[in-house]
């Protein structure tokens, strides 16, 4: 079993900032890739950003290039995304994701990211 727990969303106003994280645990020896999507009222799930194990390579989507950064810890197992310069229309819920190469792909439960004007 793979268990994420996520935490950080909240409520901030346009041009603020926030940090969530993502924390995984059991089995969890053969973690890849790690990474956020999010999901708006009435829209599908679209990719954040996700990072590989080595952290060298990432990828964001265009909307939050410049303004959001990736990062783990692989020793804490944890993921981050910090999110600078937020908008309104970045107010979702955020879903962290793993993909293990043994077990395939988890998600978490979500949190919450609400930007007001």
């Known amino acids: 079993q793979v268990q994420l727990v996520e935490s950080g969303g909240g409520l901030v106003q346009s041009g603020g900032s926030l940090r969530l994280s993502c924390a995984a645990s059991g089995s969890i020896s053969s973690i890849s890739l790690m990474g956020w999507y999010r999901q708006a009222p009435g829209k599908q799930r679209d990719l954040v950003a996700t990072?590989?194990?080595?952290?060298?390579?990432?990828n964001y989507a265009d909307s939050v290039k410049d303004r959001f950064t990736i990062s783990r810890d692989n020793a804490k197992n944890t993921v981050y995304l910090q999110m600078n310069s937020l908008k309104p229309e970045d107010t979702a819920v955020y879903y962290c994701?793993?993909?293990?190469?043994?077990?395939?792909?988890?998600w978490g439960q979500g949190t919450q990211v609400t930007v007001s004007s």
């Open positions: 990072v590989t194990r080595s952290g060298g390579n990432t």
């Open positions: 994701y793993v993909y293990l190469i043994s077990k395939g792909s988890y």
